[in-house]
């Protein structure tokens, strides 16, 4: 009798798992939208920002490094907020729009620094190689020190996206139905917490680690001998 009744608690138990589970699944493309576009955006402004960060004009060096500290000292959720309820009122944002422009932004600014240190790791004796053999400060910065940045930079540059994921569940603030917003439809209209957001949990540990996984390889694949402290 009592082993029947766990067998049965169980079966319950698994069922509104399952239900939870098909309820969340329409909701799991929009979280890899938001955040493929939000770190795509955030990719280009980043290394547009990071080589400001190493420019010679003291002007765009001083702009993009106040860019880079007062973005990285707001919280992202502050920022969705800003953009959401503020230009997003002005410009006529939709939730989705300035959810990416929020992550985009406040992404950029840890890409800027991460591509910043990855250009510097680069030895200085390239550069001036690359500038003796006739090739402008453009096409050096272009065909010899950013392919070589780029692998250095991969895995951290990888972690920032995993990061950029988790993140992605704060844009649910303003009403963009993602994962987590999902989670919290299902749970008002039910009132099953735990499972709720036991399954949410689930489904953002399975992306994540499948992420860390390919930053595992990516981190393998792209490593450069000589920088870095050894394992």
Known sequence: MFLREIINWISFQLHIL???LIFLAPAIPMTIKLTLVAFALALILGLLI????LSQRGLIKALSKIYVDVLRGIPLLVQIFFIYFGLGKILNLDR???GVI???VCYSAYLAEIIRAGIQAIHKGQYQAALSLGMTPYQTMRYVILPQSLRIIVPPVANEFIASLKDSSLVSIIGLRELTRAGREYYS???VDFQTWLVVGIIYLVMTLSLSRLVAHLEKKYKVHGYGIPH
């Open 96 to 98: 989705f729009l300035a």
């Open 189 to 191: 209209q039910y009132f």
């Open 50 to 53: 990071g080589l400001a960060r």
């Open 102 to 104: 929020a992550i985009a």
């Open 18 to 20: 399952k239900n939870i």
